[in-house]
């Protein structure tokens, strides 16, 4: 018998959803492109405005965070190390955050820009300064502030607050226990449905270039049947990687991506325009810094062009669908990185890279064509994308090598998508766990490889693109939430408060608020869940090896202390409060004639305000415990 460790109503609802769509595909690909795609335009038509000022205020949040006091905040207890090398985790975000698109687009996109520009003449060097302006905003900082929002949020309520590794931890600010119920279920199953269909797109996209490469190198057939075997292949190695884990397999594999990716970058550079390629990069980046905002909130309203629709509100809408597998991938690597640390490495480094290798191979293949390629390679670029990279290395020495290398380099890329993937698709069915049964992370390893089989046979890929896209307009404002959750959460943290949130549940406030509480209940609350919670603390650190903590009790409360050789101990004390209820009557007005209410508070020998605990539960006591323990233990 199988063993599970899974959330079944995401792990099936998911599945039947995704189920669903496939067979429509495959069923009525034109009809359901037909639908799909009428969608996609009327919201990106509708709301393009929207994701424009989304991702506008996605960077803005994200560089508040970044240079403000919450950057000094640590995505796991304050005393955690990173889980892995700077150098392994950069290897990562970049495999998972760009993949298969940056060969896919590296040659195509710059010139298609050149060639086809919004505002300048068509293959002028106006047009050309233009295409790498362009392509620098789609591929930099806005599409990783877009994956740096999701990841840094599921990365602080994951490592830091110890929930669930899942989508619906980001809302706990603003929903608290009802994330657990099917407003959170809805939201993860959302968010598998996006990163499968997400995936199984760009796959679409990696194999049809691989098979390019292939036909143009060694001569083999250049059809869906073949594409369908690469995918057979890739994906058997995908799953043995997936099996490995991400210590392991996604690792390795991100490193060797990433040397790949230079070596071939650095090729190019030295066999191509070298001085001009380092002087475009320096210019190509100053350009873009001085249309930077221009760029972030321009929509052609005065002049409305078909061209946005078809590229930047593409690009932001695709970013956004993408952002819960990124987000939840990066999120899952970055444990004991300070939040100012997670936003700088996700932010700069990643598009730095971008940015130098959309130069080296965008500016060579602009550069080509008014040469010696003579507008070659704008035609090859028309007539068929896939194949754009492989027309731009017959102008380069070494042409078969620099091919393999680029088919290579496209596999390898093609497993870390789909292994990665897998592992954020199955620790968002499997409720946060990372230690799951083998039999599920092959399970969605196997559903990835499938659905982009089947979509290529069925020629439905175009109309499962557009149906993510249209998905995206509801995860991003599940994003907007996840922002004002997670600043709601920091804010409470840095002043040391506990969030409503953490509080009792909505029937005991109400209590509170109709029947407040008397002395007796305050008392009876401090015996059946206080005490029982410090206990539970001091015997936990008793096992941990620390001795020099006792509990004691009065006829006012009961208190934790633990002792330290320099004689500032911790002191952590529970006791009931009383206060005047509101006045109804003038008569009332005066203190002494009003009725009291009595809160079970608690409060630290740091001398900070007494924090109201009144209906916490056994567990909510002791994550608050901790919470100030760690403080005074990295101040002792």
Not at 18 to 26: I, K, R, S
Not at 412 to 432: K, P
Not at 491 to 503: C, H, I, M, V
């Amino acid at each position: 018998m199988l063993t599970t460790k899974m959330n079944p109503r995401v792990f099936w609802g998911a599945s039947a959803i995704a189920g669903a769509l496939l067979l429509l595909a495959l069923i009525a690909p034109s009809t359901s492109g037909l639908i799909f795609g009428a969608a996609q335009a009327w919201v990106i038509d509708t709301f393009g405005w929207f994701y424009v000022a989304s991702v506008a205020g996605f960077l803005l949040f994200v560089t508040v965070l970044a240079v403000g006091p919450t950057g000094r905040l640590k995505l796991g207890p304050d005393d955690a190390e990173p889980d892995f090398p700077y150098v392994s985790w950069l290897a990562m975000l970049f495999a998972a955050g760009m993949g298969i698109g940056l060969m896919y687009f590296a040659v195509a996109e710059p010139v298609q820009h050149y060639i086809a520009p919004p505002e300048a003449q068509p293959g002028t060097l106006t047009a050309a300064r233009e295409a790498m302006v362009i392509t620098y905003t789609h591929w930099g900082v806005h599409a990783w502030a877009v994956y740096a929002v999701v990841g840094l949020s599921l990365a602080y309520f994951a490592h830091r607050k110890g929930l669930p590794l899942t989508m619906r931890s980001s809302l706990y600010p603003l929903l608290g226990k009802r994330v657990n119920g099917w407003l959170g279920d809805a939201v993860d199953i959302f968010a598998i449905c996006g990163t499968l269909f997400g995936i199984a797109t760009s796959l679409g996209l990696g194999v049809a270039q691989m098979n390019s490469g292939l036909h143009y190198v060694f001569g083999l057939p250049s059809n869906v049947i073949m594409q369908v075997g690469l995918i057979a292949v890739v994906m058997g190695a995908a799953t043995i990687s997936v099996l490995t884990g991400v210590d392991k397999g996604v690792r390795r594999l991100s490193e060797l991506n990433l040397v790949l990716a230079v070596c071939l970058m650095l090729f190019v550079l030295v066999a191509g325009p070298t001085l001009f390629l380092l002087r475009a990069y320096v210019q190509n980046f100053g350009l873009y810094l001085d249309h930077f905002f221009v760029r972030t909130f321009t929509l052609y309203a005065y002049e409305p062009r078909a061209w946005m629709a078809d590229w930047t509100l593409f690009y932001w809408a695709w970013w956004i669908a993408w952002s819960p597998f990124v987000g939840m991938f990066i999120a899952r690597i970055s444990r004991g990185r300070t939040v100012r640390e997670f936003l700088i490495g996700v932010l700069l480094v990643p598009s730095a890279f971008t940015f130098l290798w959309m130069t080296v191979f965008g500016n060579s293949a602009m550069s080509l064509d008014l040469g010696v390629a003579a507008g070659a390679i704008s035609e090859a670029v028309q007539t068929d994308l896939s194949t754009a990279l492989f027309h731009f290395f017959e102008y380069l020495p070494g042409t078969a090598v620099t091919s393999l290398l680029a088919i290579a380099l496209v596999a390898v890329f093609f497993v870390t998508s789909a292994d990665s993937g897998s592992l954020v698709i199955d620790t968002l069915a499997s409720g946060g766990a990372e230690d799951t049964p083998r039999w599920q992370r092959i399970y969605w390893c196997v559903l990835q490889g499938l659905a982009a089989a089947l979509l290529l046979l069925a020629g439905g890929l175009g109309a499962l693109q557009a149906a993510t896209l249209v998905a995206a307009l509801p995860f991003a404002v599940i994003m907007i939430l996840a922002c004002f959750g997670l600043a709601r959460q920091m804010n409470a943290d840095l002043k040391g408060e506990a969030l409503e949130t953490e509080a009792p549940p909505i029937g005991e406030r109400l209590k509170r608020i109709f029947s407040p509480a008397s002395r007796k209940d305050i008392a009876r609350q401090i015996e059946r869940q206080a005490a029982p919670a410090l206990v539970e603390v001091r015997d936990a650190l008793s096992n941990e090896g620390v001795d020099h903590s006792r509990v004691e009790a009065d006829e006012n409360g009961v208190w934790l202390v633990v002792e330290h050789a320099n004689g500032r101990d911790f002191l952590y004390r529970i006791g009931a409060r009383s206060r005047p209820l509101p006045a109804l009557t003038a008569l009332e007005a005066p203190e002494g004639r009003r009725a009291l209410e009595w809160r079970m508070t608690a409060q630290t020998g740091d001398g900070s305000r007494p924090r109201d605990l009144t209906g916490f539960t056994r567990t909510q006591i002791v994550a608050d415990v901790l919470d100030h323990l760690q403080r005074w233990r990295l101040a002792a």
